[in-house]
């Protein structure tokens, strides 16, 4: 088996799923992908610093996009950024099921199609009886079917609360064909304590924090960087953060932090919902209806006040940052 290396340290931006709209039943009921508009977006991303893009994560709605949708989305992305240039520009695939043969299928999809990684999201429907040598077992056979190599996803909020010990990553660092984890929770000494573990250390095993909010904290103790929907709307910025921090220029990092900190509010708050909302306001690509049921519309006149009085000051100050950069 191949001993694959992981992402290379930096900026990956989790990309919202563009979907068209019109006012028709099936549009309503199941908008198709705006191909082109992803790809738009997704050259913007590569053009303005970031390492690589996530398709289909949880900013995604990797659980509403079809198994064919999702194929499509990749090759299509894929040639658009080779023909602009961004042949180097890693796809990272999101691959949620519970299913370990489905997770496998959509691996193959997404090597046919062009990516060059797989997140793969922890198996959680039955996250009260799942053993740590059940997930073990469920990653490392996964891993050795997999085309790609592959970055496990700790999201709890999104995984039935599913814990994942630090014993558990130290013993599937080990697998030749899983080169990190991508970890959305607010446990920073989980952080730490994975980032400095020889026995992950000594297996080519990359630690990204999934919250910008830590970046900063994660790069000082050894971390590799962040899949960060906020860099989605603003890549300069989160990227001026992680140059900062991994030059060790602590205090120039230490402001830029804070506004990043204050903007990666509205995605704690709102999630996929503000991440689209700041896309809009921010860009004008998308629209605030722009997702697919049960989210379609989640983002009403009261959430959007409460976006503008709570946290429209702070995307201010981070545009304006941006602009400067």
Do not use: C
Not at 63 to 82: A, C, K, P, Y
Not at 122 to 127: D, G, I, T
Not at 210 to 238: E, H, R
Request: glycine share 8%; proline share 5%; hydrophobic share 40%.
């Amino acid at each position: 088996m191949v001993n694959y290396s992981p992402p290379p340290n930096g900026i990956y931006v989790p990309s919202v799923t563009f979907f068209k709209k019109d006012s028709s039943a099936d549009s309503i009921y199941n908008p198709p992908v705006d191909l082109e508009l992803q790809l738009q977006y997704t050259l913007f991303l590569a053009r303005n610093g970031v390492h690589g893009v996530v398709l289909f994560g949880s900013t995604g709605e990797a659980v509403h996009i079809s198994r064919e949708e999702r194929s499509n989305v990749i090759s299509f992305v894929r040639q658009g950024l080779d023909n602009e240039g961004f042949s180097n520009f890693p796809i990272i695939a999101g691959t949620a099921s519970n299913s370990a043969v489905e997770t496998v299928q959509l691996l193959n999809d997404a090597k046919t199609s062009g990516a060059a990684y797989a997140l793969v999201l922890a198996p959680n429907f039955f996250a009260s009886l799942v053993t740590q040598q059940g997930l073990v077992q469920w990653y490392s056979e996964v891993a050795s079917r997999s085309p790609l190599p592959i970055l496990i996803y700790y999201y709890p909020g999104v995984s039935n609360n599913i814990n994942i010990d630090i014993s558990t990553f130290e013993e599937l660092s080990t697998h030749p064909n899983i080169v990190g984890t991508k970890l959305s929770h607010g446990n920073i000494s989980h952080h730490t304590i994975l980032s400095q573990s020889p026995t992950i250390q000594s297996n080519n095993f990359s630690v990204f924090t999934g919250l910008g909010q830590q970046l900063l904290p994660l790069t000082v103790v050894g971390g590799a960087g962040a899949i960060d929907a906020l860099a989605g709307v603003f890549p300069k910025s989160v990227v001026r953060l992680f140059n900062l921090s991994a030059q060790g220029n602590i205090k120039a990092a230490q402001k830029a932090q804070y506004l990043v900190s204050r903007a990666e509010e509205v995605v704690a708050n709102f999630g996929v919902i503000g991440v689209k909302e700041a896309v809009f306001r921010v860009h004008g690509w998308g629209d605030r209806d722009g997702s697919r049921l049960p989210l379609k519309g989640f983002l009403g006149t009261k959430e959007q006040e409460e976006w503008t009085t709570n946290y429209g000051e702070a995307i201010e100050d981070l545009k304006k940052f941006e602009t400067s950069l």
